[in-house]
């Protein structure tokens, strides 16, 4: 092998692992899917870790819904703290498909509550954070 074969092995080789050493990651730090049977206004989602290894958005996804009533329902997403009242980081609404409140710059424990005076079903919900 000459030495122009080397060299062009070694800069492929080099620029491979640059791609992927520099490649933002295309997974959340978790996930986790469920559903919704029947909810009434103030039920709330199992609660969940972000530990913030990531610059990920927290999403929420709902497909398959039966809003009772209105074509969109409101979740307001909220991080848990010990003996002091859990933290808003906003409400969304959803009108089955996927609301998102950005990168959460803080770890914890988080949870969605349900806003409203209707009964909610969704088939599929899938959180993303």
């Known amino acids: 092998m000459d030495m122009k074969t080397k060299r062009a092995g070694f800069v492929a080789a080099a620029a491979l692992a640059a791609a992927f050493t520099l490649a933002p990651s295309a997974s959340a730090e978790g996930s986790w899917s469920s559903s919704i049977s029947n909810w009434k206004g103030g039920d ?3 609660r969940w870790t972000d ?4 610059a990920a ?3 929420v996804s709902f497909s398959g819904c039966s809003f009772g009533g209105p074509s969109s329902v409101t979740l307001e997403l ?16 959803n009108s089955c498909n996927t609301v998102s409140w950005g990168e959460i710059k803080t770890s914890g424990q988080f949870y ?3 806003i409203g005076s209707t009964r909610l079903s969704v ?7």
């Open 123 to 129: 088939n599929s919900v899938v959180t993303r954070y």
């Open 51 to 54: 530990n913030h290894n990531d």
């Open 57 to 59: 958005s927290t999403t």
């Open 112 to 114: 969605f509550i349900f």
């Open 78 to 93: 909220d991080r848990v703290r010990d003996f002091l009242p859990d933290v808003s980081h906003g409400q969304r609404s």
């Open 44 to 46: 709330e989602s199992r």
